[in-house]
Nanobody
Framework: QVQLVESGGGLVQAGGSLRLSCAAS????????MGWYRQAPGKERDLVAA???????NYADSVKGRFTISRDNAKNTAYLQMNSLIPEDTAVYYC???????????WGQGTQVTVSS
């Protein structure tokens, strides 16, 4: 079993920055993909960014150039640096880990990000 704990959410003005962290613990296999998803009220949960254990990244078009995903494999932690935030970024952000060995997917409890205009 894998546990994910997010931190770093909060309230920020438009144009500001936040950094989210996701610490993974438990039975973590080396080959995995960690990602951040977000869900706004009344909307589906969508991928924001993901990074493989080898460091390959992909981003949603809406955050390219503003958000950066990174990870520290030694600490089993992923980060999401969010710059130039806009009100449309307001959502609950969820950390996700997918094990490439067995395809299992794990989720964190979510952290609220609110961007005021």
């Amino acid at each position: 079993q894998v546990q994910l704990v997010e931190s770093g959410g909060g309230l920020v003005q438009a144009g500001g920055s936040l950094r989210l962290s996701c610490a993974a613990s438990g039975s973590i296999l080396w080959l995995n993909t960690m990602g951040w998803y977000r869900q706004a009220p009344g909307k589906e949960r969508d991928l924001v960014a993901a990074i493989t254990s080898a460091g390959l990244r992909n981003y949603a078009d809406s955050v390219k150039g503003r958000f950066t995903i990174s990870r520290d494999n030694a600490k089993n932690t992923a980060y999401l640096q969010m710059n130039s935030l806009i009100p449309e970024d307001t959502a609950v952000y969820y950390c996700n880990l997918v094990s490439r060995a067995d395809g299992r997917s794990y989720w964190g409890q979510g952290t609220q990000v609110t961007v005021s205009s």
